[in-house]
């Protein structure tokens, strides 16, 4: 079945650490997109790519990098430089730009210890 | 700018009630496509509908219909006779047809709806 994958489905990170959240699709979709869900908050944009080894910052790009060297790929790192990364992180793709809607994965939850 | 509002942040009813889920937009885009997702608790945004701005036709699915009225800038969601599968977070969102490659969506805050049995 086709579909999005996001691991791990808990993460734990330390004060200081870079993690690396993975997004894999089969779905054959050029556009990938990685959002921010807080309590009481809509999803919010972190990065978007809509080909590959092309990629765009979306509305709270800092503390956050990603490549997209594979259509299928689309790894999203909280660095350090973010200060607050405790968060529900979802990743998304699309066939046609956002006229269709989006196809999300499962998410990846995101705790600071 | 785009905008999505989402007035309910939670709403409980008891099973087999019927319950509208509210949502108003702002765009300047003529050209513009709604979308409601719902979002059950184990975390994975699901599609429900997609609308553009030209088709103001309502729709109904089963026991899911949804309002769209250009006037008030309002895609409301009703489920009826709702069960305690319908329990879950709903999401509504607009993403605009404009120039420059990227058609930006932007998401409301969410609903949760709790379906008492």
């Known amino acids: 079945d086709g579909g999005i994958t996001q691991s791990p489905k808990y993460l734990f990170r330390k004060e200081g650490q870079n993690v690396t959240l993975s997004c894999e699709q089969n779905l054959n979709h050029d556009a990938m997109y990685w959002y921010r869900q807080d309590p009481g908050q809509g999803l919010r944009l972190i990065y978007y790519s809509q080909i590959v080894n092309d990629f765009q910052k979306g509305d709270i790009a800092e503390g956050y990098s990603v490549s997209r060297e594979k259509k299928e790929s689309f790894p999203l790192t909280v660095t350090s430089a973010q200060k607050n990364p405790t968060a529900f992180y979802l990743c998304?793709?699309?066939?046609?730009?956002?006229?269709?809607?989006?196809?999300f994965g499962s998410g990846t939850r995101l705790t600071v210890v | 700018a785009q905008k999505v509002t989402q007035a309910q942040t939670e709403i409980s009813v008891v099973e087999k009630e019927d319950v509208t889920l509210d949502c108003v937009y702002e765009t300047r885009d003529t050209t513009y496509y709604l979308f409601w997702y719902k979002q059950p608790p184990s975390g994975e945004l699901v599609f429900l509908i997609r609308r553009n701005s030209f088709d103001e036709q309502n729709e109904i699915s089963g026991r899911y219909s949804w309002n769209f009225q250009k006037s008030t800038s309002s895609f409301n969601f009703t489920i009826t006779a709702s069960q305690v599968v319908d329990s879950a977070v709903y999401f509504c969102?607009?993403?605009?047809?404009?120039?420059?490659?990227?058609?930006?969506?932007?998401f409301g805050t969410g609903t949760k709806l709790q379906v008492i049995p």
């Open positions: 969102a607009l993403s605009g047809l404009n120039s420059g490659g990227y058609q930006k969506v932007t």
């Open positions: 998304a793709s699309s066939s046609d730009g956002t006229r269709y809607g989006y196809t």
